[in-house]
């Protein structure tokens, strides 16, 4: 069995390799290990497609809906993910399962029992639409309020009001407004970025997830990289990788499709 690993935390890939390879029944092979929805089309395009594809919901430049909105996958897909099993109930009815994160030897195993127990009634047209689907149902889940803190009290916050949300080096989520009030959340900047409209907000890098509405300018930066100015003060300088220039780039003037 042929399958293709599509996330980008390579400790999460690695240990889901590990665990895969493991099953000596299914006689499997790990064709690759791609991070980003880029390469992943880069790779589909130029490849046969592979019998099976896990793969994360939110990549290193995007939604992984991006990639079978873009191209025809002919391969079941089990998703790998940190949301809650509630929004995938609908999903898990049709061609494509999921595992929730973290992933273990059991859950992979379920999996890819399933997988068996489907394979000859996998219909490539039905499971495409069903990922449409359950993209178009994120999407609808995506919050317009958060409860945020300040100081003593808990605050409700418009999403569209938030200019960025900044990963300290604590690991606490610090929330600037576009006229400058400052909260902070208890959430993970993850758990966050999967809460909020993707075409509203980007993940800049690890420590910053930006309103596009807060963006100035860009700059350019050394190695093809780019620089983020904002018209909020930023407590650091915002980096986009040259691996998410050109992605960001899109986004910013408005040709990011969030699944």
Not at 49 to 76: M, Y
Not at 157 to 172: G, P, S, T
Not at 175 to 180: A, Y
Request: aromatic share 10%; hydrophobic share 45%; proline share 3%.
């Amino acid at each position: 069995m042929k399958i293709l690993i599509i996330e980008d935390e390579i400790k999460m890939a690695k240990e889901l390799q590990r665990i895969l390879l493991c099953f000596k029944g299914f006689d499997i092979e790990i064709l690759a290990i791609i991070d980003s929805v880029e390469e992943s089309l880069l790779y589909l395009n130029n490849n046969p497609h592979p019998d099976l594809i896990f793969s994360d919901i939110q990549l290193a430049d995007g939604l992984c809906f991006e990639i079978f909105n873009k191209i025809s996958v002919k391969s079941p897909v089990i998703f790998c993910t940190a949301f809650d099993s509630y929004m995938m109930e609908a999903f898990d009815v049709n061609a494509v399962s999921y595992i929730l994160k973290p992933v273990s030897v059991q859950s992979v195993e379920a999996a890819l029992q399933k997988f068996r127990l489907m394979q000859e009634a996998f219909e490539p047209e039905k499971a495409a639409r069903t990922i449409s689907a359950l993209g178009q149902q994120m999407k609808s889940n995506y919050k317009i309020t958060l409860l945020v803190e300040q100081r003593e009290r808990i605050v409700p916050l418009k999403v569209n009001d938030i200019a960025f949300f900044y990963l300290d080096k604590k690991n606490v989520v610090k929330i600037t407004t576009l006229n400058s009030q400052r909260y902070f959340m208890a959430s993970s900047l993850d758990e966050v970025e999967g809460t909020i409209s993707h075409e509203q907000f980007y993940r800049a890098n690890r420590q910053f997830l930006i309103n596009r509405d807060a963006v100035e300018s860009v700059e350019r930066y050394f190695s093809r990289k780019l620089v983020a100015k904002l018209s909020a003060e930023v407590p650091e300088i915002i980096i986009i990788s040259k691996a998410k220039a050109s992605d960001f780039l899109r986004w910013l003037e408005g040709g990011f499709e969030a699944g």
